[in-house]
């Protein structure tokens, strides 16, 4: 039998109730019928009332979690999404955050509950408070390999992420890092937008340089890092079957630096590859997995209900600052640079239909072009008319405008929960005479095309910023003008008044609710963006699963779930 510290739920629990790192005493609440995420407001209402319905209440009990006993055990993930090649950096998909969350770390991990940064790599941090931060790392933290890792790492790491451009509003006012010693190291952010050290903190994963060169390319195959679990290339099968056995040589073993991130309690974990929607949850009733985080709102009737989740089934709510949106080309090459008949698409669509079909009931129609649920956002913010469902006034935007029958482009997004809402767009834009077609491909052609220079590949953009999205500044980064390195934004305009006004609420100095309002404020009324829907992230498992964790921004921390006989 094994003790561990962590909290314990009682077949349905809240991915919040996470235990604390280091608190030396570990209680938590064990959870007798699903929530939505504390913190994250009505995250199962909408704004149509028959198209949602409430969560029950959740009953807390507070129990010792020091006292839960388990034997070793396997653990069987599913995936709608390939894990790919190894190397740490690239987009978070559900398939990529699996294999990160075991095999690497970053420099520090937000409590879900509290938002404070523990210490994982990174042991300490303080800052002049003028952009320069001076961070200390453990002196004894080793990879699989058994190389030291050291400030010029950690240096390393951050140059290589700033030459992919990856996430560059986290990366991309980076001016200056440098080692200081072996265990501290400087990194200036110039200009600071609020929550930028946060993000970079939580998100970097640190490895070793010796490591990476001498891989010979680039830890796409086989990865060398600093994580609790290192890949068994024996036993895996790329694009099918990725198996992650458990470090015998774990280098923290000081319990006062113990948080859920670094806890290692399976032996093994397996990610199968599903990549259909209902053959994964099939196999989730067969038993062929014991926890999937891609159940569709179709295939979620299988284990769960009003009353919460089915007899042999336990669900965990995750957070989610993602919301689902339109980003409209505004460019003299779209005729979405009308305002008008932008505005009549957003009047054409029934958001709160929208945010059922792929959430179920827990999804939300958005009441502005946001997500409420950010540090520096609230729904008193938002407007419950904000674009109104209503056929006729979009038919009178359309009259208004200089739209003449032409056949607009949806560039989507490869998200199930992303593309659940296609094919309903679509119905509700021919419904007022608004010809559409929908371009789908794979995450690498998406990217591509997302990325085009010159604003000519498609008309509107149906996605959703990462989960990761914690400020306005970063779930509005596409209206940074300077984000791109081609003074445009992602609607392909510059707007000096809305680069000043995104400014304003990004900047450490100047941020301020009146500031992020009047954000929020100009772009709905100029309808760059048109927010659809949000919900919370639902993942499912056998009730054997007796612990999941989930965070920001890798979703399910594996290692630290429980599984009973």
Not at 232 to 254: E, L, M
Not at 317 to 328: E, K, P, W
Not at 396 to 402: A, I, Q
Not at 499 to 514: D, F, I, M, N
């Amino acid at each position: 039998m094994k003790k561990v510290s962590a909290l314990i739920m009682a077949i349905i629990m809240a991915s919040t109730l996470l235990a604390a790192c280091g608190s030396g005493s570990n209680t938590g609440t064990t959870a007798a019928q699903t929530t939505a995420p504390s913190g994250s407001g009505n995250a199962a209402g909408s704004a149509d009332a028959t198209t949602a319905a409430t969560l029950p209440e959740l009953e807390e009990t507070t129990v010792d979690a020091s006292q839960i006993e388990f034997e070793p055990f396997e653990l069987t993930v599913g995936s709608i999404n390939d894990v790919g090649n190894m190397y740490p950096g690239g987009a978070l998909m559900t398939g990529r955050k699996s294999m990160h969350v075991l095999v690497y770390e970053p420099l520090f991990w937000a409590d879900p509950a509290s938002g404070e940064l523990l210490p994982i790599i990174g042991k300490s941090y303080e800052t002049d408070g003028k952009g320069t931060y001076t961070v200390e790392i453990f002196d004894y933290v080793t990879d699989s390999a058994g190389n030291t890792i050291t400030a010029e790492d950690v240096c390393f790491c951050i140059g290589k992420y700033i030459e992919d451009g990856q996430n560059s509003s986290i990366f991309a006012s980076i001016t200056d890092y440098h080692a200081v010693d072996d265990t501290t190291f400087e990194v200036t952010f110039a200009p600071e937008s609020v929550g930028q050290f946060e993000a970079f903190a939580t998100y970097i994963y640190i490895y070793s340089q010796k490591a990476y060169e001498e891989s010979g390319d680039g830890f796409t195959a086989v990865p060398t890092a600093t994580g609790g679990y290192v890949l068994d290339p024996s036993a895996t099968i790329s694009g099918s079957v990725y198996v992650f056995n458990k470090r015998a040589d774990y280098w923290q073993t000081d319990e006062q630096y113990i948080c859920d991130r670094n806890t290692h309690n399976p032996d093994k974990v397996m990610i199968k590859v599903i990549t259909d929607a209902s053959t994964i949850a099939m196999e989730l009733q067969n038993g062929g997995v014991d926890f999937v985080a891609d159940i569709t709102a179709a295939d979620r009737g299988n284990f769960m209900d009003e009353n919460g989740a089915k007899d042999g089934y336990a669900i965990s709510y995750g957070s989610n600052n993602a919301y689902v949106h339109i980003t409209f080309n505004c460019s003299e090459n779209s005729p979405c640079g009308d305002i008008n008949l932008r505005k009549a698409i957003a009047h054409a669509i029934d958001s709160a239909a929208c945010a059922f079909t792929a959430h179920g009931p827990v999804g939300s129609a958005c009441t502005m072009p946001s997500n409420p649920n950010l540090f520096d956002v609230d729904e008193s913010m938002g407007s419950d008319d904000y674009y109104k469902y209503d056929a006729a006034i979009a038919k009178e935007y359309l009259d208004k405008s200089s739209y003449n029958g032409e056949t607009l482009r949806i560039l989507v997004q490869p998200n199930a929960l992303i593309k659940a809402a296609a094919p309903l767009i679509k119905q509700y834009l021919s419904i007022v005479g608004i010809n559409v077609e929908t371009l789908e491909y794979d995450m690498p052609q998406y990217r591509s095309l997302e990325s085009d220079a010159a604003g000519t590949e498609y008309d509107m953009k149906l996605n959703g910023l990462q989960a990761t999205d914690d400020y306005i500044c970063k779930s509005m980064q596409e209206l940074d003008n300077t984000g791109r390195g081609t003074g445009l934004n992602y609607c392909y305009i510059n707007d000096p008044e809305l680069q000043k006004l995104y400014e304003a609420a990004a900047g450490v100095e100047t941020t301020s609710e009146e500031a992020v309002k009047a954000l929020i404020d100009y772009v709905s009324d100029n309808c760059y963006v048109y927010g659809l829907y949000y919900g919370p992230k639902v993942f499912i498992g056998k009730d054997s699963i007796v612990y999941m964790n989930s965070s920001i921004p890798e979703d399910n921390i594996f290692g630290a779930f429980i599984k009973v006989k």
